[in-house]
């Protein structure tokens, strides 16, 4: 196996980490942080609210942009499955 191809392996791993986890870590902070100001601004501090309004976002993203995800997840187990032949020469 040469270098490139191992790259190009770890590229693809990024890659598709990136696209599966990265809507919901954005989703996650971006609840975060506005049940925080809203926290803030009104002295409610309550940790269940938080936890609720993430985990409503984390179950609207994975509704919304599921079946990207588990396409791409497929896709890449796919290609790595595939490539195992070269990797073993």
């Not at 490139?4 to 954005?26: K, N, Q, R, Y």
């Not at 609207?60 to 195992?84: N, Q």
């Amino acid at each position: 196996m040469s270098p490139d191809h191992a790259l190009s392996l770890m590229m693809g791993m990024l890659e598709a980490t990136l696209v599966i986890v990265g809507p919901i870590l954005a989703a996650t902070l971006i609840s975060g942080v506005i049940v925080g100001v809203v926290q803030t601004a009104t002295q409610i501090n309550e940790a269940s609210v938080g936890y609720v309004v993430k985990a409503a976002a984390v179950v609207l993203t994975l509704l919304a942009l599921g079946p990207t995800m588990v396409e791409k997840a497929s896709a890449y187990a796919r290609h790595s499955i595939e490539a195992i032949a070269s990797v073993v020469e």
